[in-house]
Structure formats: C-alpha cells, structure tokens
C-alpha cells in the first residue's frame, strides 16, 4: 500500500462514453499527477497539480481535464476518447511540485473500444 | 530536452547469477537520478534516489550507482521475486519533472 489509491482499477469504454478517473493520496503531500503508460515507452506526464501551479503537457488532447478540487483528490474526465488512448494511466504524489520523490499508484488500466 | 536511454529492454537471469542494468541520460544539470521497480498490474515503487556522481545506495541485492553520464543498477544473486521491470528516471535543472526511460524487464528463472 503506497497511500496513492486509483479507482477504477480497469475500465473498458465507448469512443463515445463519459468517464472519470479518481485518485486519492493519503501522504499528506502538496502536488499531484497524471501520467500514461503505454506498453515499451516511457512514462509520459500529462498533468501536474500543486500549491505553486498547474503544469499541462501540450501534447495532450482536449479530451483528457483534469481537475483537482483539493490537495488529497485528483480526477481525469474522459470523453470521446480513442482506441489509442488505451493505456495504464498512472497517479502520483509528492510533497511538492519540485521534484521530490513520487509515489505512486496501482493505475487504472483503460481500454477503449 | 533531457534524455534517458536504458538498456538492455529485456534481461533474463538466472537465480543466482549477478548482473546489472543500464540508464544512460542527457540532461543539462542533474539534480537527481530515480530508480522504480514496477510489477506487472502496478504502479512504479520508489527504490533510489542518487545526487552527484560516486554516490552508490544498495538495498538488500540491489545497489545503484552513479556516473556523470549514466547509472547501473546492480543485482546481486538475483532471486525470482526480483523480476520486475525497472525505471530509471531524471531530474535536470531546466525541469520540474522527472523524464522516465522506458525499463528494463528483469526475469529471474529458478
């Protein structure tokens, strides 16, 4: 147990569903983020949230908001994704937005039909 | 832009037989290099954190070292609950974020 916890734990969707992610860290920490990781690449950051700012990776689509309404609760809204977005998509936390130790977790596996 | 190349993609041992893992990296500045281990259906586990070069951490048969210009992991006697895939990771003076490799896949045959 990291104190990261992620549900769903899998989801299978429509290209034309509405769907949320939730991230919940228990560690007391400032910042947190979304990652996407696809089978034999990189880690690939999507979002950043923290006292200090919100960081957004421009590559990634509109169809991917994020919202952090607290320091302990993270959320991605999806819509109208694409069967490429099928991946693991990763939550994390760290005691600030500056590049501390991040601790993740389990990942919410996605498939997108 | 800062840049991490880890090698071999895959590696299989056998117990017992000590080996290690590579993590090359571009960055202007290090400020930081990371080790995970992730198991299949989780997420990354946090096992180093290395500053500046000559600095060596080891747990248990794991020991990370550090070069200015890449980091081995070290396994030492390897056991079959090592098998994982490991992350290697950057943190650079121009970025606020860590930049990953993509892993090295470790299997361990009893």
């Known amino acids: 147990e990291t104190g990261v916890t992620q549900t769903p734990r899998h989801l299978v969707m429509g290209m034309t569903n509405k769907k949320s992610l939730k991230c919940e860290q228990h560690l007391g920490h400032n910042a947190m983020y979304w990652y996407k990781q696809s089978a034999k690449k990189p880690l690939e950051l999507m979002f950043v949230y923290s006292l200090e700012e919100r960081v957004e990776n421009n590559s990634v689509p509109s169809r991917f908001s994020p919202e952090c309404p607290n320091s302990s609760h993270l959320f991605l809204h999806l819509h109208t994704l694409q069967p490429e977005d099928s991946a693991l998509y990763l939550c994390?936390?760290?005691?600030?937005?500056?590049?501390?130790?991040?601790?993740f977790g389990a990942g919410t596996r996605l498939s997108v039909l | 832009e800062d840049q991490v190349t880890q090698s071999p993609e895959a590696l299989r041992l056998q117990e017992g037989e000590s080996s290690s893992l590579n993590c090359s990296y571009t960055v202007s500045g290090l400020r930081g290099l990371f080790w995970y281990r992730q198991d299949p259906g989780k997420g990354p586990e946090f096992l180093f954190t290395l500053y500046s070069a000559g600095e060596e951490k080891e747990k248990e048969r794991l020991k990370a070292t550090l070069t200015k210009k890449e980091s081995f992991l070290h396994i030492t006697a390897p056991k079959p609950e090592d098998s994982a895939t490991y992350l290697c990771?950057?943190?650079?003076?121009?970025?606020?974020?860590?930049?990953f490799g993509s892993g090295t896949q470790l299997t361990v045959l009893p």
């Open positions: 990771a950057v943190l650079s003076g121009s970025a606020r974020q860590l930049t």
């Open positions: 994390a936390s760290s005691q600030d937005g500056q590049g501390n130790i991040q601790y």
